[in-house]
Each structure stands twice: as structure tokens, then as C-alpha cells.
């Protein structure tokens, strides 16, 4: 299978918790998104990568919210200390775009996380 | 704040008739429009987009439509066909990032 890669599919995990979800693009993607997407809504833009350089931030992502993506491959986002209104669908996308325009994304299944 | 909304959360179409699903924005400055298309435990799919230059482009059975004037699109699918049946979500892109709707669920109905 050569599309996104998303693990874990489903994380449940208590209230303080810290959580990692991991994507893996499509190898030669230079860019690569996170989505967070809630019950009965759209996808909402949360950061994006061009390679290993972390170039937008949502206001979404609060300070308890980390994204890396060393050597411009997978990227994890971590979130710390977990409140229930994270509980949502992480989605991550990978892109090959050269210019300004965005382009056609390319999205994983997913990881669902619910706080309890 | 609502930037692109779709108003209608579901739709019911006859098999072989065609499918209208509509989309409003408010941001003049979005400069390119997509529909992406959901399945159950799936991610979104991409299906098929317009540049803010343009006001109509085909695909197959997929037809977008632009009005600007209006800030208002489209898509078109024509024969609906029972694997069209899926979440439609349409989604504008404001530099890096898309800004999506909230979603309309299209049932094809044999």
C-alpha cells in the first residue's frame, strides 16, 4: 500500500494523558498536513510541513499541541496533557507541490482519539 | 466563523438522475476550490476542483460550477450512481491550507 499511513487508527486514553499519533506520507511527498475533523463537521487545518520545516500553524493548535517531522519523512503529533474536547479524527495529508498553490491532498484513514 | 458553508447535511437522489450539492463562501480572497469525497472510515478523496479564474470544469459524470458574483459552487453528478453514495465535503484554499464545509451526505437510491 503506497498512500498515507496512519497509526494508531483509534487511541482512547484518560483525561492528562499524553497522546502520539504517527503519519507516514506517500514517500516522495514534500509536504504533509494535519487535519483535525469532529463529529458532524469539515476537516480544520492544524499545521502543515514542507519538508522537515514546520512553515503554518493553526490557532487550532494550542500550546499543548506538538507536530515534528524529522528528515522530512513521517510526522508525529503529540498532544499533552489531554482535555475531552480533543476527542476528534487526526487526519494527515501529504502533497507534491512545488508552488504556492496547495494542491491536490492526499489523506490518511485517521486516527480517532477519545478522551475520557 | 463559517467561511464555507454547505446548508444542506443531506441529500436524497434517484438512481441514473443528476445530483446537485452547493457550497457558499464568504472570503473573496480564495483562489481555488475542491470537492473531496468521504467514505465510511476512509479519509477524504479528492474529486475535483476549479481554479478562481475559471466557472465551470468537467470531469467525467463530475461537473463544478463558479460563481464568484455570488460566492457560491457546485458540483454536479450526472448519472448518480449507488458508490456515489458517500459525505461530500467542498473545501476552498486560502495559501497553504484548505478550508473546508461542514459536508453534505449524498444517498443514491436505486
Known amino acids: 500500500d503506497t498512500g498515507v499511513s496512519q497509526n494508531p487508527r483509534h487511541k482512547i486514553t484518560k483525561r492528562g494523558q499524553n497522546v502520539t499519533f504517527r503519519c507516514d506520507p506517500i514517500s516522495e511527498h514534500n509536504r504533509l498536513y494535519w487535519y483535525r475533523q469532529t463529529l458532524g463537521q469539515g476537516p480544520e487545518f492544524l499545521t502543515y510541513?514542507?519538508?522537515?520545516?514546520?512553515?503554518?500553524k493553526s490557532r487550532l493548535l494550542s500550546d499543548r499541541f506538538s507536530a515534528e517531522r524529522p528528515k522530512g519523512s513521517f510526522s508525529t503529533l503529540e498532544i499533552q496533557r489531554t482535555e475531552q474536547g480533543d476527542s476528534a479524527m487526526y487526519l494527515c495529508?501529504?502533497?507534491?507541490?512545488?508552488?504556492?498553490?496547495?494542491?491536490?491532498?492526499?489523506f490518511g484513514e485517521g486516527s480517532r482519539l477519545t478522551v475520557l | 466563523d463559517q467561511q464555507v458553508k454547505q446548508n444542506s447535511p443531506s441529500l436524497s437522489v434517484q438512481e441514473g438522475r443528476i445530483s446537485i450539492l452547493n457550497c457558499d463562501y464568504t472570503?473573496?480572497?480564495?483562489?481555488?476550490f475542491l470537492w473531496y469525497k468521504k467514505y465510511p472510515a476512509e479519509g477524504p478523496t479528492f474529486l475535483i476542483s476549479i481554479s478562481s479564474i475559471k466557472d465551470k470544469n468537467e470531469d467525467g459524470r463530475f461537473t463544478v460550477f463558479l460563481n464568484k458574483s455570488a460566492k457560491h459552487l457546485s458540483l454536479h453528478i450526472v448519472p448518480s450512481q449507488p458508490g456515489d453514495s458517500a459525505v461530500y465535503f467542498c473545501a476552498a484554499s486560502e495559501g497553504q491550507k484548505l478550508v473546508f464545509g461542514q459536508g453534505t451526505r449524498l444517498t443514491i437510491n436505486p
Open positions: 472570503n473573496s480572497m480564495f483562489d481555488y
Open positions: 510541513f514542507q519538508n522537515e520545516a514546520q512553515l503554518e
Open positions: 495529508a501529504s502533497s507534491l507541490t512545488t508552488g504556492g498553490f496547495v494542491g491536490e491532498l492526499f
